[in-house]
């Protein structure tokens, strides 16, 4: 992917696109993986400017906090005042000035001049003397401008050197220690890998076959049936366009894994499937077993319809918001072995990948989606047959949704109990010791584990 080592040399219709897709983000509530698609399949531009466009966007969104700071120390009425495509572009330009860890120090004129042009074009004359300002100002006191506020505690100074609002940074390094939420958020903030669940032949088939595509990938170390991909474009390859690999983080493949082995003729439900990659992943695992994909979303179940291919005939979708009233008959004519609930999160665990998420969410909202959580499971355990299991998933690693909830939950439902994951008890091949905590459950930190973070939590239906 180029890097802003360049930044001055992009043309206007590259910034112009940039500094739209950063505007649908920040100031419309676009999710940034979409806005950037839309945006970039429709621009015309060579691959390598559209490769800036994503790293260049995605730099920023990391990095908003301390920019928005620099920039309201240099503007009259802070940076909010500034007009929506104003304010994106003078967000482009610090981050390619000041930020970006791959700029070209030598090439700093260049940038000031291309950003000043692309604001003439796209907001007009009146803006380019203070644009122009501005940027010369971050050049010359860029040390002053990204200082913490002297008042700042350490929790606000991990926030801005780091990327994170306050409350985000006290979870990470409650959660950590100083030290290892550095490593966390120096993992989140740089480009995060694509992953493959390889569903036809061996992972090192799989690896040779993308390397004919001029992929460089290499075999998972924690996930086995999984490669990461660190050069190339995986989307495109052979090896996905023929259905032999399929796109999904290794952290929702180890939450597939972790489920427990079946008997033949079983019953699965995945109980909120979105558009279906754990219910894919079910369904090639399990080869004997029937599965049930639910969502409250019809289209998303469509999708999951469409890619379920050879695996269709064991599969059956059911638009349902788990918990309400009443079940379709897929889901009430009997009790399931493994109900697999991947409940809607905060999705901190995904910041590299949408990295808008961080500031788009509050403490308050992940208050409100544990009390959803909650609720989620607690309409499950009716489903999970005596001797099943329920796997609780979520995308994020705050402790209200992950640890409080399960804590809830076996509190007031004496019939289950912590289950985790052995050798014996779930997929083989993975060191399932290494990864148990001593709750029993699994927490993966991208750093640790080259995936998304994830919780894990498998329950066992006792009575």
Known sequence: MSGSTHDGRRSVSARSVAARVLSRVCDEGAFSQHALRSALDTSGLARRERAWITATVYGVLSDLRAIDLAL??????????LPQRVRSHLRLG??????????????????????????????GERWSGLVNGVLRTVLRDAAVLFAPPT??????????????????????????????AAALMAALNAPTPVALRVRRGSVDEAVAALAADGIVAAPHPLAPGAVIVSTGHAHASTLVQSGAAA????????????????????????ACAGVGGKTLAMLDRFREATVVACDSHAAKLEVVARVAGESAPRLSCAQWALGSEPAPESIASSAFDIVLVDAPCSALGTIGRHPEARWNRSADVVESLAALQSQILDAAASLVAPGGSLVYVVC????????????????????????????????AGVNWAALVDGDGAITLWPHRSASDGFYIARLRRET
């Open 72 to 81: 309201d120390r240099t503007t009259r009425n802070g940076v909010a005042s």
């Open 94 to 123: 610090v981050w390619a000035l000041a930020r970006d860890p791959r700029r070209d120090e030598s090439a700093v004129g260049p940038v000031v001049s291309a950003v000043v042009a692309a604001v003439r074009a796209d907001a």
């Open 396 to 427: 994020t690693f705050t402790r209200e949704e992950t640890k409080d909830v399960v804590a809830r939950f076996l509190a007031t439902h004496p019939g289950f109990r912590t289950w985790p994951p052995t050798d014996g008890c779930a997929a």
């Open 247 to 270: 796109i999904q983080d290794a952290g929702a493949q180890l939450a597939v894994l972790a489920c427990p082995s079946l008997p033949n003729g079983a019953r699965i439900l995945d």
């Open 151 to 180: 008042r700042a505690d350490a929790t606000a100074r991990f926030g801005i050197a780091r990327g994170l609002p306050d409350w985000i940074a006290a979870r990470v390094v409650e959660a950590l220690g100083s030290d290892d």
